[in-house]
């Protein structure tokens, strides 16, 4: 998701909330009262689910769990203006990058799950079908175009743009070309083409390139 539909998802929703908030009469039970849960409620899940589980967004996000409803949006009013602007400021490429980051995790510890119990030719789909969406992001954060004539760029074309754009060097687009051969074959059914051991460094690989590169 775009920085830019990050913030117009936070502005909505503050906007709501600071409007609800002006009316100074209303009670406990009252139709405010319930308005004012509902958008506790979407603001908390707008925090959580724009940054990385573990940021101090998503932490103070969860606090007043429960609380008196109309100190509970005030607070994360506050949590989710403190995010758009930072947003807004470019403060937060880190943030965008983990979110990535934490949805590529997921997979890939899925991936690290299949391969222990021998499943090889799953994890080694998994694995590669999470680079080529890694490498795609990568084009995205870097400027480089994903299409051609409206057509999406294969995973092959994208990698060898981003070695032209000076993301990364030659050998390291080898190295990717390689895991996406990998992968190809895991896709087409030839499971005879690799063993175990090569999945094995296939993920291993995939996990340290993110790193390296995140997007």
């Given at each position: 998701?775009?920085?830019e539909?990050?913030?117009?998802?936070?502005?909505?929703?503050t906007?709501?909330?600071?409007?609800?908030?002006?009316?100074r009469?209303?009670?406990?039970?009252?139709?405010?009262?319930?308005?004012?849960?509902i958008?506790?409620?979407?603001?908390?899940?707008?925090?959580?689910?724009?940054t990385?589980?573990?940021?101090?967004y998503?932490?103070?996000?969860?606090r007043?769990?429960?609380g008196?409803s109309r100190?509970?949006?005030?607070?994360?009013?506050?949590v989710?203006?403190?995010?758009?602007?930072?947003?807004?400021?470019?403060?937060?490429?880190?943030?965008?990058?983990?979110?990535?980051?934490?949805?590529?995790?997921?997979?890939?510890?899925?991936?690290?799950?299949l391969?222990?119990k021998?499943?090889?030719?799953?994890?080694?789909?998994?694995?590669?079908?999470?680079?080529?969406v890694?490498?795609?992001?990568?084009?995205?954060?870097n400027?480089?175009?994903?299409a051609?004539?409206?057509?999406?760029?294969?995973?092959?074309?994208?990698?060898?743009?981003?070695?032209?754009?000076?993301?990364y060097?030659?050998?390291?687009?080898?190295?990717?070309?390689?895991?996406?051969?990998?992968?190809?074959?895991?896709a087409?059914g030839?499971?005879?083409?690799?063993?175990?051991a090569q999945?094995?460094r296939?993920l291993?690989?995939?996990?340290?390139?993110m790193?390296?590169?995140?997007?």
């Amino acid at each position: 998701m775009a920085i830019e539909d990050m913030v117009k998802q936070l502005d909505e929703l503050t906007s709501k909330a600071e409007t609800l908030l002006m009316r100074r009469d209303w009670s406990h039970g009252s139709s405010e009262d319930a308005t004012a849960k509902i958008l506790a409620n979407r603001l908390e899940a707008a925090v959580i689910r724009l940054t990385q589980k573990d940021s101090v967004y998503s932490q103070q996000a969860k606090r007043n769990q429960g609380g008196v409803s109309r100190y509970r949006l005030q607070h994360l009013l506050q949590v989710a203006i403190s995010l758009r602007d930072d947003l807004q400021a470019g403060w937060t490429e880190s943030v965008v990058e983990l979110v990535h980051a934490d949805t590529y995790s997921d997979f890939l510890e899925m991936a690290e799950a299949l391969l222990a119990k021998g499943y090889k030719d799953a994890a080694a789909v998994i694995t590669g079908t999470s680079l080529e969406v890694h490498i795609r992001a990568l084009c995205v954060k870097n400027g480089v175009t994903t299409a051609v004539a409206g057509k999406p760029k294969k995973a092959t074309t994208m990698n060898a743009d981003l070695k032209k754009a000076g993301v990364y060097d030659g050998l390291q687009e080898k190295e990717v070309t390689a895991w996406m051969g990998l992968r190809n074959s895991a896709a087409r059914g030839d499971y005879g083409d690799y063993d175990h051991a090569q999945v094995r460094r296939l993920l291993d690989g995939v996990q340290a390139f993110m790193r390296k590169f995140p997007a």
